[in-house]
C-alpha cells in the first residue's frame, strides 16, 4: 500500500503561482509512475500532468501546457507540481495518484493510489 498526502493548495490572484507537493509513504520502494488530477465542481476529473519513474518523461494536458511543471525527488518520495501564470479556470481540488511502473500514465483508470486532495483557487 502506498499512501499519498498532497499539500500546498491555497488561494491566490490569476497570473499568481502555487506549487503543490505530494509526499508518499509506505510501500515506495518498488518504482512508481505519478500524476496529478483535478476536478472542479460539477466537471469530471481531469488528468493535468504525469511523469515517469526516472522522472525522464512527462505528459501535459493542453490546458497547462508551458504553465505547470511535474518534477520529482524519489529520495524524498515526492512529486511537485509547479503552476504558474494561474487562471480562474485552474481552481479546482487537486489529487496527486501513483501506479506501479516504470512510464507516466495518462487516465485515472491507469492509477492505484490517490490523495485527499488540495484545493486550488484563483480569483480573477
Known amino acids: 500500500q502506498v499512501q499519498l498526502v498532497e499539500s500546498g493548495g491555497g488561494s491566490v490572484q490569476a497570473g499568481g503561482s502555487l506549487r503543490l507537493s505530494c509526499a508518499a509513504s509506505?510501500?515506495?520502494?518498488?518504482?512508481?509512475?505519478m500524476g496529478w488530477f483535478r476536478q472542479a465542481p460539477g466537471k469530471e476529473r481531469e488528468s493535468v500532468a504525469a511523469?515517469?519513474?526516472?522522472?525522464?518523461?512527462?505528459y501535459y494536458a493542453d490546458s497547462v501546457k508551458g504553465r505547470f511543471t511535474i518534477s520529482r525527488d524519489n529520495a524524498k518520495n515526492t512529486v511537485y507540481l509547479q503552476m504558474n501564470s494561474l487562471k480562474p479556470e485552474d481552481t479546482a481540488r487537486y489529487y496527486c495518484?501513483?501506479?506501479?511502473?516504470?512510464?507516466?500514465?495518462?487516465?485515472?483508470?491507469?492509477?492505484?493510489?490517490w490523495g485527499q486532495g488540495t484545493q486550488v483557487t484563483v480569483s480573477s
Open positions: 495518484a501513483a501506479t506501479k511502473g516504470t512510464y507516466y500514465y495518462r487516465y485515472d483508470y491507469q492509477y492505484n493510489y
Open positions: 511523469i515517469s519513474w526516472t522522472g525522464g518523461t512527462t
Open positions: 509506505g510501500r515506495t520502494s518498488s518504482a512508481y509512475g
